[in-house]
Nanobody, 119 residues
Framework: QVQLVESGGGLVQAGGSLRLSCVAS????????MGWYRQAPGKQRELVAHMTRSGVLTNYADAVKGRFTISRDNTANTVYLQMNNLKPEDTAVYYC????????????WGKGTLVTVSS
C-alpha cells in the first residue's frame, strides 16, 4: 500500500524559505529514486527535484536550480525539500513520490502540502 505524507507547506513572502518533509512507506522509499513534484493551479504536475537512494545523484528542474535542495534520511523513510529564495511562481501543491511514480491516479499519491508565496 502506498503511503506518502507530506508536510511543511504554508504561506511565505517572496524571498523566504520553507522546508518540506515527506514520510513514505517502505515499499516506496526502497525505490532507488525519490523526488518532489509540484502542481500549480491549472497546470500539470511536474518533477522539480529527485535523488538516488545513495544520495550521490541529484537533479533539479531549471526553475528551482540553485534555490531548492533535496535530501533524504534512509533510516526514517523521509525525504526533504529545502526551498530558499521562494518566488510567487513556486506557489503549488508539493508532493513526494518515487521516480517515476506508479501512476497518476490518486491512489498512488499523498495529499500533498500547499506552498503559497506572496509577492
Amino acid at each position: 500500500q502506498v503511503q506518502l505524507v507530506e508536510s511543511g507547506g504554508g504561506l511565505v513572502q517572496a524571498g523566504g524559505s520553507l522546508r518540506l518533509s515527506c514520510v513514505a512507506s517502505a515499499s516506496i522509499f526502497s525505490r532507488d529514486r525519490m523526488g518532489w513534484y509540484r502542481q500549480a493551479p491549472g497546470k500539470q504536475r511536474e518533477l522539480v527535484a529527485h535523488m538516488t537512494r545513495s544520495g550521490v545523484l541529484t537533479n533539479y528542474a531549471d526553475a528551482v536550480k540553485g534555490r531548492f535542495t533535496i535530501s533524504r534520511d534512509n533510516t526514517a523513510n523521509t525525504v526533504y525539500l529545502q526551498m530558499n529564495n521562494l518566488k510567487p511562481e513556486d506557489t503549488a501543491v508539493y508532493y513526494c513520490n518515487q521516480v517515476p511514480p506508479l501512476g497518476p491516479d490518486s491512489q498512488y499519491w499523498g495529499k500533498g502540502t500547499l506552498v503559497t508565496v506572496s509577492s
